[in-house]
């Protein structure tokens, strides 16, 4: 958050259910006010259409609140279908609407996963104890490498005039990888078929990829 507001960039995130609210001289513990809010108030319903299908939300706009000392943000409480928990959101953006704050929360998993396979697969992490412009240009080439990634995706699911765009999301980051090492070891064998003519070798080194 501090970050955002120095770059006067606005925020949509989740509130956490112990954090305090202040409403008219009461302070008010966030959990606890949203499922009382859920009892006693009549809630709205957002349905957001995605591509594996409907999702439903009831809500319940609590309006701007005094959070903690994170200042006055405004605060709306939903819950997900059939699901028992009650998710408290916050934002500082006065045009921000409470359905399209829960439309903004819901676009989170795209950067939850990218940020989930940089770290996992290509060592997001891995930049402890460097100078600061090491660790800046060691992001800028995790961010390269899951680009070459996502255009591997596109241009191998796209053979053969095929739609690209569902077919490249469905490609995990592990399957490109995969690919992008298959199209590696290609390169190479067509490279020493041409230097070398021995099949003992180029056999001693299909074994191996296997292994």
């Known amino acids: 958050m501090k970050a955002c507001r120095e770059k006067k960039f606005h925020f949509a995130s989740t509130l956490k259910s112990n954090r ?7 302070k008010l513990k966030a959990g606890r006010y949203g499922k009382n809010r859920f009892r006693r108030r009549r809630t709205e319903v957002l349905e957001v259409v995605k591509p594996q299908g409907r999702l439903r939300y009831r809500y319940s ?5 005094q959070v903690s000392n994170l ?3 405004h605060v709306v409480f939903s819950r997900k279908g059939a699901a028992r928990k009650i998710l408290g959101l916050v934002s500082d953006d006065p045009h921000l609407s409470d359905a399209g704050l829960i439309q903004a929360y819901e676009q989170r998993w795209e950067i939850e996963q990218w940020i989930k396979d940089a770290k996992q697969l290509l060592g997001l992490g891995q930049y402890q104890n460097r100078p600061y412009w090491a660790a800046v240009t060691h992001l800028h080439l995790v961010c390269f490498a899951y680009a070459l990634l996502t255009h591997l995706r596109i241009a191998r699911a796209g053979a053969q ?5 569902h077919q490249a999301a469905d490609l995990s980051t592990a399957a490109a ?3 992008l ?19 003992s070798v180029l056999s001693a080194l299909e074994r191996l990829r296997v292994a």
């Open 177 to 179: 990888q995969e690919q």
């Open 20 to 26: 305090s609210l202040f409403k008219q001289g009461w």
């Open 181 to 199: 090492r298959g199209l590696i070891w290609e390169d190479l064998v067509a490279y020493l078929k041409e230097q070398c003519h021995e099949e």
């Open 61 to 65: 706009d609590a309006g701007w609140l």
């Open 71 to 73: 200042g006055v943000l």
């Open 161 to 165: 005039g095929q739609q690209t765009r």
